[in-house]
């Protein structure tokens, strides 16, 4: 049954990249499927040598028909035992797409219903999301599509608040930079003090939530890792009087990223854009927005830049910049990293009332 969705602009132009993706989805994600699907799959039809290889793809949770779940047992090295050698999916290829359960067929589209409308966002978590982004040379737009989907997450919210989402999504579209976006978003739904000092405090936050995931994250733990060698701190907390100097080093990597990506003020903006889509800004999950939704993008917006210009060195390829950008992802918009960006602020930058302004200003710098 066909329903109309409001979808970012560049959904009809979204495929799979299947077999010639990076750093395949089908890799080093705990996947959960319903009992539903679970039973589905194993009532199905198929080879005696492919039914002994589905059946030991997934390890049950519960009953299957009292509200259990079943989930994937990843090989050795950490992929699908489904997945085929050549970066395709051997249930697809052996019982039809239909009978793929709805996490693989969907992903990364979120579909739900909000308000009696239907959205469907794309996580950026996906490598060709991400290209799709850094390959757009204006803020990316929405619009509406008939698809043949039923929205999947109902989302129990106030029609002010969902009026909220939509109106922060447009005036985030309008700013003259940057700088500027968060400025009039602030101005709009916010009413924060905007401090003009803070900077330092913005890079003192920065190396803290660096070192933090660089030691406790094996989603981007590595990233983490390399942009703490490359500023020279990996193992070492700086000082405060080293501030400047990691401020200056920061600052002379963000030239060779932006060789790199020479539009990346537009690149950070649509992946600002695609991620408060994603999650309802500034009412995820239907919630009160208040002022931690907004504190929580800055921080988001810094981090992504400071560990993907600390990341990148002279022979750095866009490539590259695209699989640190969807690996960040991956645990920005998959975990609880939204509520730790607003503790670590609040732990640096509580002194320094309206520290995000300063934090904003310099990865436009």
């Known amino acids: 049954m066909s329903r109309t969705f409001f979808v970012p602009e560049y959904y009809p132009r979204f495929t799979c990249k299947c077999g010639s993706c990076r750093s395949s989805c089908c890799r080093g994600w705990p996947v959960i499927i319903t009992g539903e699907e679970y039973t589905r799959l194993q009532e199905a039809e198929c080879s005696q040598q492919f039914r002994k290889r589905l059946d030991e793809a997934f390890n049950l949770d519960g009953d299957p028909r009292r509200g259990g779940t079943a989930h994937v047992v990843h090989d050795r090295s950490g992929a699908c035992p489904l997945l085929g050698k050549d970066g395709l999916c051997t249930l697809q290829l052996e019982l039809g797409e239909g009978i793929l359960p709805d996490v693989c067929r969907l992903y990364p589209r979120n579909t739900r219903e909000v308000c009696g409308e239907a959205e469907c966002a794309c996580a950026a978590s996906c490598e060709e999301v991400t290209e799709l982004l850094l390959n757009s040379a ?8 008939d698809l043949e989907e039923t929205p999947r997450f109902p989302i129990d919210m106030k029609e002010s608040f969902f009026r909220e989402c939509r109106l922060a999504l447009e005036v985030f579209r309008q700013g003259a930079g940057l700088e500027d976006r968060f400025r009039k978003l602030n101005d709009a739904l916010f ?20 070192a933090w995931f660089a030691k406790n994250s094996p989603v981007i733990g590595a990233c983490c890792g390399k942009a703490l060698e490359a500023c020279g701190l990996a193992g070492k907390k700086p000082e405060e009087g080293e501030l400047p100097f990691l401020a ?8 060779i990223g932006r060789k790199i990506l020479p539009h990346w003020e537009m690149n950070l903006t649509n992946l600002m854009l695609n991620s408060m889509f ?16 907004f504190l929580s993008l ?18 750095s390829s866009r490539e590259e910049a695209a699989d640190v950008i969807s690996t960040l992802f991956r645990l920005i918009e998959h975990s609880d990293f939204k509520y730790r960006a607003v503790k670590h602020y609040r732990e640096s930058c509580d002194r320094a009332p309206g520290c995000w302004a300063g934090i904003i200003r310099r990865i436009t710098e």
């Open 138 to 145: 204006e803020p990316i737009g929405f619009c509406s599509v």
């Open 191 to 210: 009413h924060l003090p905007a401090g003009e000092d803070g900077a330092l405090n913005g890079v003192r936050m920065l190396w803290e939530m660096t």
């Open 248 to 255: 200056e080093r920061y600052a002379e990597a963000r030239k």
């Open 278 to 293: 994603y999650n309802s800004f500034p009412h995820v999950g239907g919630t009160n927005g208040e002022e931690d939704p």
């Open 298 to 315: 800055c921080v988001t917006a810094a981090f992504v830049d400071f560990i993907l210009m600390s990341s990148m060195g002279p022979d």
